[in-house]
């Protein structure tokens, strides 16, 4: 009897505790875009593990459909991602993708990524201004995929891969320059992008029916609408 009793204050512990848990964090469905979508159409999920508690940063830990982590990390908002503190990505297969710093939503600090065989990718310092709400990022040193490196203390030849979008060129004291080439595999076009140290001048993407857009800046380049000029 007493043996039954206390197999039972087992069961409604482990039963409390669970609801204590659902209570205390909240798991959202997102896709590959970052929206929030259900339970039957999603690409991964995001928990908020102290959701109900009110606090000054919320553990936030997004994982994959094979139930391995995505990403992880600290958020100012609870309800909106504002990524603040040191953020760890992964790889499906659990591997370390890059470990960067943030400030109030900006990346802020050093910068590390590795291949998936997690080979070192790059190593880059990324600046962030809350004044002047301006952003930098020096890249440092690259290696290409055969452990060659391509940019050495800030000057070489360097391509990256940021979701859609791929592209290639210069590096001159951490810095875009010159002639880069690159395609956006979202919005199905190629572009080449003039830089002169970091700072977009002139660009031309093309579209699938080659339907080409002159931009010169990164805003024109994303609404595809010229800037007005100030009278």
Not at 8 to 28: E, G, H, P, R, Y
Not at 75 to 94: A, R, V
Not at 95 to 124: L, R, T
Not at 140 to 145: A, S, T
């Amino acid at each position: 009897m007493k043996k039954k009793l206390f197999i039972l204050f087992l069961l409604v512990l482990s039963l409390n505790t669970s609801a204590q848990i659902n209570v205390v964090s909240k798991k959202i469905f997102l896709d590959s875009l970052d929206r929030e979508a259900t339970p039957e159409n999603y690409s991964y999920t995001r928990v908020i593990t102290n959701y109900s508690q009110k606090s000054v940063r919320y553990v936030v830990t997004d994982f994959y459909k094979n139930g391995r982590k995505k990403m992880t990390g600290a958020t100012l908002d609870k309800d909106i991602l504002k990524k603040d503190g040191q953020f760890i990505y992964y790889y499906k297969n659990g591997a370390k993708e890059s470990v960067v710093d943030y400030s109030e939503d900006h990346k802020k600090g050093k910068e590390i990524n590795w291949y998936e065989n997690q080979i070192k990718k790059c190593e880059k310092q990324n600046f962030w201004d809350p004044k002047t709400k301006k952003s930098q990022t020096l890249i440092l040193n690259f290696w290409d995929p055969d452990k060659n490196q391509t940019v050495v203390d800030g000057n070489g030849e360097y391509e990256e891969t940021d979701k859609f979008i791929t592209q290639k060129g210069v590096v001159k004291d951490g810095l875009k320059q010159g002639v880069w080439q690159g395609n956006d595999i979202l919005r199905k076009t190629t572009f080449i992008n003039n830089y002169d140290r970091g700072i977009l001048i002139s660009g031309v993407s093309s579209d699938e029916n080659n339907t080409k857009l002159s931009y010169s800046s990164l805003n024109e380049k994303q609404t595809g609408k010229k800037a007005e000029k100030k009278k």
